[in-house]
């Protein structure tokens, strides 16, 4: 298993201004010792080429791997203009994440009223399988997140009937460790684990002496441990604290944990 970064642990750094993306990969590389970073679109300021070829070219010099680009979506629109815009859009980031040579690209299903879940289903699945084709000529994974907040994707359930309705080897799972709201989250992770390419470690809340206190770590390394999960395990902090402070004890703790059970 390896360790990265999802660049959202640093959102509030990004939005303030004190950090860009090559600023990001310089604390990966010499501060974190992250072996790979997941970017989120917004902390891109270009899609353009020469831009990206300058982040991919960064990236390389610091040995640190691109292991994700990961856009905000939401499929399963009622207008079709919306949801062809949709679709446009993610082929659009998988041009971007063959240009920085990420394997993976990370998007939602979407968001919609829970009352419209059922009617809407298919044009999620429609237009996932479009992306799905477009990606495949592109060599790059759709890598699908749960997420909650009235998302098409709240627990294991749904998730894995997105997978099966799709039916690509070109889509997989983005399981973030965190977002399942399944009666039991740990068996969630582990019945999804055959289906993962990619992974955040969320963390929520984090003492000053680096423990996690909402999430249990350590069923979250046995389960990857047990699966033999070689992929990217990218910290993603999404505490009140100080982010310049508080990422650090984040990949302290989840090296403690990696050391524990195994797993590097």
């Known amino acids: 298993m390896k360790l990265g970064l999802c660049t959202w642990s640093y959102n509030r750094t990004f939005a303030s201004g ?8 310089e604390v990966c590389a010499k501060d974190l010792k992250a072996g790979g970073v997941d970017i989120i679109d917004i902390h891109l300021k270009s899609q353009e080429p020469e831009y990206l070829l300058k982040i991919k070219k960064l990236a390389t010099d610091l040995c640190i791997t691109i292991s994700a680009v990961s856009p905000g979506n939401s499929f399963g629109k009622d207008n079709e203009a919306d949801e062809k815009a949709e679709v ?10 063959y240009l920085l040579g990420a394997p993976n690209l990370r998007i939602f299903a979407g968001w919609a009223p829970r009352e419209k879940h059922i009617e809407l289903w298919p044009k999620v699945v429609k237009s996932i399988k ?3 084709a477009y990606a495949a000529k592109k060599g790059v994974t759709i890598a699908i ?13 749904e998730t894995l009937k997105l997978l099966k309705d799709v039916n690509s080897p070109w889509v997989k799972l983005n399981l973030d460790s965190g977002n399942y709201h399944d ?22 809340k984090l003492s000053p002496d680096c423990r996690e206190l909402e999430f249990d770590y350590d069923k979250i390394l ?23 402070e508080y990422v650090p004890k984040a ?8 050391a524990k059970y195994g797993t590097f």
């Not at 004190?18 to 990969?25: A, I, N, Q, Y």
């Not at 446009?88 to 994440?97: E, G, Q, R």
């Not at 009666?183 to 929520?204: F, G, N, R, V, W």
């Not at 990949?251 to 990696?258: A, G, N, S």
Request: net charge negative.
């Open 222 to 244: 046995m389960i990857l441990k047990k699966a033999n999960y070689r992929g990217f395990f990218n910290v993603e902090y999404e505490g009140k604290e100080d982010e310049i």
């Open 145 to 157: 997140e749960s997420h909650n907040d009235g998302g098409y994707l709240p627990t294991s359930v």
């Open 183 to 204: 009666k039991d989250m740990y068996a969630a992770l582990e019945q999804s684990m055959p289906y993962t390419t990619h992974m955040h470690a969320k963390i929520h």
């Open 130 to 132: 479009e992306c799905a």
């Open 18 to 25: 004190k950090m860009d993306m090559e600023k990001c990969l």
């Open 251 to 258: 990949f302290e703790m989840i090296r403690k944990h990696m």
């Open 88 to 97: 446009a859009k993610i082929n659009s980031w998988t041009d971007t994440a």
